[in-house]
């Protein structure tokens, strides 16, 4: 019953995540932080199969720790653009390997050199594209209908956290589970920083 949902504005980019870890019908945590933040003006929210840390926490930190590796050697952090294709292709490449990771991810940030923000949505087939706003889990059922309809990309930071709160009490309120608690981060030309809703 995972879901995470992102959205881009002017100038900055939401990312928000359940903080549910459970498997089958067995909740085993509510603290649980599924957005990871991988260079000052980069995050990456991941899901995949319940249970399965292999494919989730592992692949999220293979990924902050290889991000981490590229900033030490070359002493400047990817970009947006360039993390996502770099992910792309370790999933892409992970897909013809024995054992595939199964985790989808939505990857954001701000990038410095343009002022902008971008979004990524990026599925467990290696599948991906920019997107102004997306969504990952059941929760995206509910929330890409609101999200097509009230998302302004010239919208305001206030603006972007209530259309994100539209979309998670429109999940809190027809998702047979719902998750409950969310983490909200926040990105833009200051770097991450996290929010409570």
């Given at each position: 019953?995972?879901?995470?949902?992102?959205l881009?504005?002017?100038?900055?980019?939401?990312?928000?995540?359940?903080?549910?870890?459970?498997?089958?019908?067995?909740?085993?945590?509510?603290?649980?932080?599924?957005?990871?933040?991988?260079?000052?003006?980069?995050?990456?929210?991941?899901?995949?199969?319940?249970?399965?840390?292999?494919?989730?926490?592992?692949?999220?930190?293979?990924?902050?720790?290889?991000?981490?590796?590229?900033?030490?050697?070359?002493?400047?952090?990817?970009?947006?653009?360039?993390?996502?294709?770099?992910?792309?292709?370790?999933l892409?490449?992970?897909?013809?390997?024995?054992?595939?990771?199964?985790?989808?991810?939505?990857?954001?940030?701000?990038?410095?050199?343009?002022h902008?923000?971008?979004?990524?949505?990026?599925?467990?087939?290696?599948?991906?594209?920019?997107?102004?706003?997306?969504?990952?889990?059941?929760?995206?059922?509910?929330?890409?209908?609101?999200?097509?309809?009230?998302h302004?990309?010239?919208?305001?930071?206030?603006?972007?956290?209530?259309?994100?709160?539209?979309?998670?009490?429109?999940?809190a309120?027809?998702l047979?589970?719902?998750?409950?608690?969310?983490?909200?981060?926040?990105?833009?030309?200051?770097?991450?920083?996290?929010?409570?809703?």
């Amino acid at each position: 019953m995972e879901t995470s949902f992102a959205l881009t504005g002017k100038g900055y980019l939401i990312m928000a995540a359940d903080t549910t870890a459970a498997r089958s019908i067995v909740k085993m945590k509510v603290d649980e932080d599924k957005i990871k933040a991988l260079s000052p003006h980069l995050l990456m929210a991941y899901s995949g199969e319940p249970g399965k840390t292999r494919d989730t926490v592992q692949f999220a930190e293979y990924v902050e720790r290889n991000i981490r590796l590229y900033q030490i050697r070359n002493l400047y952090p990817l970009r947006p653009a360039a993390a996502a294709s770099w992910i792309r292709r370790a999933l892409a490449t992970s897909l013809r390997s024995r054992k595939p990771y199964s985790v989808n991810l939505l990857l954001g940030g701000y990038d410095t050199a343009t002022h902008d923000p971008h979004l990524y949505w990026i599925d467990y087939l290696g599948t991906m594209t920019e997107v102004p706003f997306a969504a990952h889990g059941y929760g995206a059922y509910f929330a890409l209908s609101l999200l097509d309809r009230y998302h302004d990309p010239e919208a305001t930071l206030e603006e972007g956290l209530a259309t994100l709160r539209r979309c998670l009490d429109e999940v809190a309120k027809r998702l047979v589970v719902s998750p409950g608690k969310y983490k909200v981060k926040i990105v833009d030309k200051d770097g991450v920083r996290e929010v409570e809703l």
